[in-house]
């Protein structure tokens, strides 16, 4: 039997799948609809932060209300990622699954890399057959679409914390998880499905506008041309060592890089070993100076956030004031909860560690949780001085220890605004819902985690930095790290 090469198995899955896309009833959308609403509802216990319940009903009610008498997989997942992005909440995820997810991930896309910077998009790689568009260029427009509309129509459905626009721009640029986020997932469904491109550009360093039809491209083909004609990795954040660390003794300073809050035992040394061995050195060595890079940390692990703190703050520390509960009790939910055995949908109560507040929210009663106790600062607690680079993509428990480091220390922070809200965030444990006709999987926190030593501060705001970093497209293809460089001249500065 003679096989196919891969490519062309590749096609034949990509034209199948365009031939029988996902297409749902007036009924079985209306059916996910109401259950979408009714999770949100029951579970989320921030879903009136930033709007009034009113706005909320008359957005539901609006939605469901255009559903016609068939609709497309793709515009019903359009439609749940604006719903879901109107909450502002970052950890409330928006995930095809099945078929549809197949269309996501197999659909034909730009093939360009893209660079947001003050709303505006730039080329960073091209990696069309052609490689018509040079690095540098400004992208004007896209298939009739200037790019102010094109950024504005997809941020209507970029999930983030509160008022964060920094993440929003971080994530458009992200090429990773193409089911969840980036600019082709966000194009696709929210601005135009086609698989040529027009573009017009303007390029670098010329004033002349130029218009040239780029065909679409597989993900794959993509990342091989990134890979072949720029040598670099699509997937290197993933395969770099988190946590690192290099010392600059004569210089007077180390770096400790954290880019990522999980653990991957193929890639990362053992997390606690490293911070041990870091802080030992810069106390044994007498270091004044420590550069923390939290950049494209996109949070996970609690345990991360607490050790790290505990060689950052002199005093005892615990991550959260107080933890609140949405419910105890999600078996109204049981027909849609996926990820979760039916014996977890009643949470245990029996020595009562949540008090119940209200009808829709749950305090806990005692320190039950590592997380709610004061844990001691290590003999190694660092005592120099700090400085925290950060952006957008800082996230979750990473944007949580930014916050937790802006109250307890006299740091400088240097970028741009974290990704994550100052006061805590709705994160921790999910309660799943699969959509049962259209199989989109919404991942939904039942917690607020409100921080400990909470101080005045703009709700909905992440930390902002002492020192904003913005990039111009010279500094991008010249490859400098502009963050890093103002931390090391404020140490130079200091010294005089």
Request: charged share 25%.
């Amino acid at each position: 039997m003679k096989t196919l090469p891969i490519l062309a198995i590749l096609f034949n899955v990509i034209a199948l799948t365009a031939q029988n896309p996902v297409v749902l009833s007036k009924e079985e959308a209306m059916e996910d609809f109401k259950w979408l609403r009714t999770s949100l509802e029951y579970v989320h216990p921030r879903l009136y932060k930033y709007d009034s319940r009113e706005a909320f009903d008359s957005r539901f009610d609006s939605a469901y209300n255009s559903i016609r008498d068939s609709t497309t997989g793709l515009d019903f997942l359009s439609m749940v990622s604006k719903i879901n992005a109107s909450v502002n909440c970052g950890h409330l995820y928006t995930i095809p699954q099945g078929k549809l997810k197949e269309q996501v991930l197999n659909k034909k896309v730009l093939p360009l890399y893209l660079k947001v910077i003050n709303n505006e998009l730039f080329v960073r790689h091209s990696c069309s057959e052609e490689k018509s568009i040079p690095q540098g260029s400004k992208i004007l427009s896209i298939n009739g679409k200037d790019t102010s509309e094109i950024l504005a129509l997809m941020v209507e459905g970029i999930a983030t914390d509160g008022y964060i626009e920094t993440r929003k721009s971080r994530l458009i640029e992200r090429y990773l998880f193409y089911d969840i986020h980036g600019f082709d997932l966000y194009y696709h469904l929210h601005v135009d499905r086609s698989i040529s491109f027009e573009v017009t550009y303007q390029p670098y360093g010329m004033a002349q506008r130029k218009t040239v039809k780029l065909d679409g491209v597989s993900i794959g083909e993509r990342k091989k041309l990134l890979q072949d004609r720029y040598h670099r990795d699509e997937e290197a954040w993933l395969k770099k060592a988190s946590p690192q660390f290099e010392l600059f003794e004569d210089e007077n300073y180390g770096i400790l890089t954290v880019s990522r809050s999980f653990f991957d035992e193929k890639v990362d040394p053992d997390y606690d070993t490293v911070l041990s061995e870091t802080f030992e050195t810069l106390k044994e060595k007498k270091i004044g100076n420590l550069i923390l890079d939290l950049r494209n940390n996109e949070g996970g692990s609690e345990h991360h956030q607490i050790e790290l703190m505990s060689y950052l703050y002199n005093k005892p520390f615990k991550l959260y004031q107080n933890i609140y509960l949405s419910h105890l009790d999600f078996r109204p939910l049981k027909p849609v909860v996926i990820e979760r055995d039916s014996a977890d949908f009643l949470f245990n109560n029996d020595d009562e560690y949540m008090r119940k507040l209200g009808n829709s929210l749950w305090i806990n009663n005692y320190e039950y949780s590592r997380n709610l106790r004061l844990q001691s600062p290590k003999s190694d607690v660092f005592k120099g001085k700090l400085y925290v680079l950060m952006n957008g993509i800082s996230f979750s428990s990473a944007a949580d220890i930014i916050s937790d480091i802006k109250k307890t220390t006299n740091a400088t922070f240097i970028g741009e605004e974290s990704g994550g809200t100052f006061e805590g965030p709705t994160g921790g444990n999910s309660i799943v819902v699969q959509l049962p006709n259209s199989k989109i999987m919404v991942r939904i926190s039942p917690n607020i985690q409100m921080g400990y030593m909470y101080q005045k501060h703009p709700i909905g705001r992440g930390v902002l930095p002492d020192y904003e970093v913005e990039y111009s497209i010279e500094d991008v293809l010249a490859g400098r790290d502009l963050e890093l460089d103002r931390a090391k001249t404020l140490i130079s500065e200091n010294k005089k």
